[in-house]
Nanobody, 122 residues
């Protein structure tokens, strides 16, 4: 099994900053991709940012220029720095990982964290 544990959510004022972290643990060979998604009430889950094994990054349009994703490959962690936060950034943020397991070398499985609430409000 693979566990993803998020931390760093909370209440922040508009224009403020927040840093989310996610740590992966369990029995796996490799994590191919780690990233963050978010879901606001009544909306679909959307990509915030993701980073591959090769260090390639993708950002959602709504956070481009305001967010930076980083990954510690040795510690199996991923962090998301979010700046200039807006009320519309309010959502539950989920960590996601695409993982290769010892029992299935040619397949990657996706795992999700439990989510952490980010609220941007004055």
């Amino acid at each position: 099994q693979v566990q993803l544990v998020e931390s760093g959510g909370g209440l922040v004022q508009p224009g403020g900053s927040l840093r989310l972290s996610c740590a992966a643990s369990g029995s796996f060979l490799r994590i191919n991709v780690m990233g963050w998604y978010r879901q606001a009430p009544g909306q679909e889950r959307e990509l915030v940012a993701r980073v591959t094994n090769a260090g390639l990054t993708n950002y959602g349009e709504s956070v481009k220029g305001r967010s930076t994703i980083s990954r510690d490959y040795a510690k199996n962690t991923v962090s998301l720095q979010m700046d200039s936060l807006k009320p519309e950034d309010t959502a539950v943020y989920y960590c996601r990982a695409e993982v290769v397991l010892p029992t299935a070398l040619f397949t990657s499985f996706q795992y999700w964290g439990q989510g952490t609430q980010v609220t941007v409000s004055s």
